[in-house]
């Protein structure tokens, strides 16, 4: 096991006890605590968080870099690498409330047109009775699962496809899901947006949280979201192609640096379908302004290069700011149709 020093501690601490943080906070800490500037010394950096993950796997936890979908800016948090979407609730949250929660998930990566956010209206008047079986498995194996979930141990996933759900009558919907009532989904929504689970905009619009892109990296994958054609992550909040037979998506921010480093006409990688975006002038393009934070099994990347483009104006397209600003991942690279659901 790699041995940390204070430095490498702090810097895990700064994490845990602050949650998930954008690059110009993390890395002003970074400095703060080695004397060096990531963007100056970005092989150092990356050895530093190499590091700091071969220690963290001995306890199934890994330091990543992740995108916000929303505004694009990057964020550094501490995430278990075994458990799902659920668990990472903890114990906390009521098994009504983690369901509401896996809920709205769902009617935000399901929607066909890569918008990444639904309604307050639309989150308040979903069913919860389409998670019966789950609920019962949850209810079934409390006294023993629940006080590990704070772990991440559980992976409710494997419980619900192996067989267990056949032992339990779906239609004996636990009295705390039938009952989960209106007053207690909007508690709720509140607990998960300041929690940053959720963010919501001041006109009532829910997408997810900085926490959700940075946990649920695993479930897109496993749920077949659609990904992103650029970085393959799931295509939360994206673009789409306009042919409606095509299934392309590309982030917003991945749009800027595709298209900034082509010739000739914007169209579709796919389908050859023209494309409507138009580069923001005198741009810098980043070459490898990827996320991602290398972990045991990754070497540090070289240091980055930058190229000047220049072309026309361009309108941002940033849904929610502040602490609970949503992210929307994107997808493994198995391709899926708009209209692919992502039930479990």
Not at 110 to 120: F, H, L, R
Not at 278 to 307: C, S
Request: charge should be positive; hydrophobic fraction near 30%; charged fraction near 25%.
């Amino acid at each position: 096991m790699a041995e940390l020093s204070w430095r490498h501690q702090t810097l895990i601490q700064a994490l845990l006890s602050r949650g998930p943080l954008r690059d110009d906070q993390f890395h002003p800490i970074f400095n703060g605590l080695t004397g060096k500037n990531p963007g100056t010394h970005k092989q150092a950096f990356d050895e530093y968080l190499l590091k700091i993950n071969k220690a963290l796997s001995y306890v199934q936890c890994e330091l990543r870099g992740f995108r916000n979908q929303y505004d694009g800016r990057v964020y550094y948090g501490v995430v278990n690498t075994v458990s799902d979407e659920q668990s990472k609730l903890g114990t906390k949250y009521s098994v009504p409330q983690i369901a509401f929660y896996k809920a709205i998930i769902e009617a935000i990566v399901q929607d066909a047109t890569a918008q990444g956010s639904i309604s307050n209206i639309q989150a308040l008047n979903l069913r919860l009775e389409n998670q019966a079986n789950e609920f019962i498995i949850l209810y079934k194996l409390a006294p023993v699962m629940r006080p590990c979930l704070t772990l991440h141990v559980v992976n409710l996933q494997v419980l619900t496809s192996t067989g267990s759900q056949s032992q339990c009558d779906p239609t004996k919907v636990p009295p705390a899901v039938k009952n989960f009532s209106l007053s207690q989904k909007e508690k709720t929504l509140d607990e998960l947006v300041r929690d940053q689970w959720l963010n919501r905009t001041p006109d009532g619009i829910i997408g997810l949280g900085v926490r959700s892109f940075l946990d649920l990296r695993s479930y897109f994958r496993n749920n077949d979201i659609p990904s992103c054609q650029v970085c393959n992550e799931a295509g939360v909040k994206a673009d789409v192609c306009q042919n409606d037979s095509c299934t392309v998506r590309i982030h917003k921010y991945c749009l800027k640096k595709f298209f900034s480093q082509r010739r000739g006409e914007r169209v579709c990688p796919s389908c050859g379908t023209e494309w409507n975006y138009v580069v923001p002038k005198a741009e810098l393009i980043d070459e490898e302004d990827e996320a991602d934070v290398p972990t045991q099994t990754q070497p540090p990347r070289g240091p980055r290069t930058k190229r000047l483009r220049s072309s026309k104006t361009d309108s941002a397209d940033v849904v929610g700011t502040g602490s609970s600003q949503a992210s929307r991942p994107t997808s493994d690279l198995r391709r899926t149709t708009r209209s692919t659901a992502c039930s479990r």
